[in-house]
C-alpha cells in the first residue's frame, strides 16, 4: 500500500537552515515544504542561498515537496505586478530546488468592500498568475485561510472551478475550523480539488499539537485515502512564536491569543513532539 508522504515547515523548529535540516532528521521526516530560510523567506533568496540550500538539502537526502511561498498574501486593492514578479522567480527557485508545487493565497479582502465586489478582481488576478506560470511545469496551490478570499467552502469551491482544475487546494482543516467550519464538512464539500494538506490542530480557537484538537486529522487522513489515496502533507504545527508567524495571522491578535507559548521550552522541542505525533498518526493508517 502507497503511504502518505510527510513534509513540514522546518522553520518552526529552528530560524537557522542547518537547524532545520537537523530536527527533520531528528524526526524523520525526508521532506520539507521550505519556507524560512536562516530568517529570510525563500521568495527573497539569491541564487546563492539557493545553491547553498540545495546543497544541504542533498547532502541530508532532504527533498522539497512545495514552495511555502507568500504570493497572493497581499490586499486585494495593492498592486499586482510585484507579486507577478515574485512568482516567476519563485518558480525560478523551484526549479533549482527540484520542485513543481509552490504554495500561493488569494488575497486579504478590505474592509470596505462586499466580498461578491472582490470576485471578479480576485479572479482576474489568478488568472494573472497561471499566465505566468505557464509552461513552467509547476502547480500552483491555494492554501485556504481566513481574512483571504479563499477562506470558506464556497470561496474554495469558486476559484477551483472556474479555473477547471488549473490549481489545487492546499487543504488545511485548522484554518477552516479557525474559521469556524467543520473540518469534516470542508473536506467532503472540496475533496476533489485537494493537492496536499497542511496539518495542525486547534480547539476552542487555540492551536494545540496534532491529535490534540477538534479537527479530527486522523479522520480526515483516513477520509481522504478512502476517496483518492494518500497525498503530500505537511505539518505546520504553530506551537511556538517562530520567525514569520506574526506575519500570517491578523495584526490585531496577538499571538498568545491563539498559540500557548508556554508549553514547549522552544521550536525544536515543539516541533518534535508534533512530528511524533504526526507519524503515529499515519503509521495507525
Known sequence: MSKFTLSAFADEADELFDGQIAALLQSGIGHI???????????????????????KLDSAGICVSA????????????PLQPELDRLARVID??????????????????????KTRC???????????LDTAAGSGMTLGI????GLFAEDIQSCADIM????????????????????????????????FIGWMHLKDCINGKIVPPG?????LAELLRAKYAYSGPCTVTLEPHLVNFVGLASQHPEDKDIEDFVDTARF????????????SISKMLEAL
Open 161 to 192: 472551478r472556474a479555473f477547471g482544475g488549473e490549481y489545487k487546494l492546499v487543504f488545511d482543516p485548522c484554518n477552516f475550523m479557525l474559521n469556524n467550519t467543520a473540518p469534516s464538512e470542508a473536506f467532503e464539500a472540496l475533496k476533489e
Open 67 to 78: 514552495i511555502g511561498s507568500p504570493i497572493g498574501k497581499i490586499k486585494i486593492t495593492d
Open 119 to 129: 470576485r471578479d478582481e480576485v479572479m482576474s488576478r489568478m488568472r494573472r498568475f
Open 143 to 146: 492554501e485556504n485561510e481566513g
Open 212 to 216: 490534540e484538537g477538534q479537527c479530527g
Open 33 to 55: 515544504e521550505i519556507r524560512g530560510v536562516d530568517g529570510k523567506n525563500v521568495a527573497d533568496l539569491s541564487d546563492d542561498e539557493v545553491r547553498t540550500a540545495r546543497s
Open 93 to 114: 527557485i523551484a526549479r533549482a530546488l527540484d520542485c513543481s508545487k509552490i504554495r500561493m493565497f488569494s488575497f486579504y479582502l478590505v474592509k470596505d468592500l462586499d
Open 265 to 276: 521550552a522552544d521550536g525544536r522541542e515543539a516541533f518534535l513532539y508534533a512530528a511524533g
